[in-house]
């Protein structure tokens, strides 16, 4: 069976401290990607999305994710996070399955 | 894009009543989803909500228990029957725009907290 696995269930960070969240997918075919954030008692809404070309993606909010087939992986990254970054993020397939969630954690 | 609200917000109700949840888009869509949301936890696909057939069921997922009408391409209704206190939840709605659904990227609807007593 077809899964996302989001290894880091909390990620704990200083502000203005880089950040990576880690996705892992497991689809041997051609894949579609995303990241989604859900900020505190918000709802979820698209962070940035992979479909083909540059394995680099840009998405908002200073967010970038790297497409790396032969690790099958698409980690989220981030180089300086504010406390305004505080909140959930998923990842998730074309294929509707997601990962667990990663709480990011902002340290002042 | 598209914008989805969700009625009702929240509710509180009586375990074996049942909550029927609307889901309303503001444009036509192909694609629409029910998922459930634990507290704390990742969303679980319930179903595909399909216009003019039966929705399309995930496993451990029963259209006795979890009723979906799809009525018209921008509405669908998702029923929590018999309801245990197991099923308290946020049930979300979920949309990918357009009526080709081609890049699967999807749109949420607020939500609807259920609590079960």
């Known amino acids: 069976a077809q899964s996302v696995t989001q290894l880091d269930s909390q990620v704990p960070v200083f502000e203005e401290a880089p950040v990576e969240l880690r996705c892992n997918y497991s689809?041997?075919?051609?894949?579609?990607l995303f990241w989604y954030v859900q900020y505190p008692n918000q709802g979820l809404q698209l962070l940035l999305k992979y479909l083909s070309g540059s394995t680099l993606v840009k998405g908002i909010n200073g967010f970038e994710a790297e497409f790396n087939k032969s690790q099958t992986s698409f980690h989220l990254r981030k180089p300086s996070v504010h406390i305004s970054d505080t909140a959930e993020y998923f990842c998730?397939?074309?294929?509707?399955?997601w990962g667990a969630g990663t709480k990011l954690i902002i340290k002042p | 894009s598209a914008v989805i609200s969700q009625k009702p917000s929240r509710d509180i109700c009586q375990r074996g009543t049942s909550l029927t949840i609307q889901c309303q888009v503001d444009s036509q869509v192909t694609m629409m989803f029910w998922y459930r949301q634990q507290p704390g936890q990742s969303l679980t696909l319930i179903a595909t909500a399909n216009q003019g057939s039966e929705a399309t069921y995930e496993s451990g997922f029963v259209i006795d228990k979890f009723p979906i009408s799809r009525p018209n391409l921008t509405f669908s209704t998702l029923t929590v029957s018999n309801m245990s206190p197991e099923d308290s939840s946020i049930y979300l709605c979920?949309?990918?725009?357009?009526?080709?659904?081609?890049?699967?990227?999807?749109?949420f609807g607020p939500g609807t907290r259920l609590t079960v007593l």
């Open positions: 998730e397939d074309y294929q509707l399955i």
């Open positions: 979920s949309v990918v725009p357009g009526l080709a659904g081609g890049s699967r990227e999807q749109f």
């Open positions: 689809s041997s075919v051609s894949v579609y």
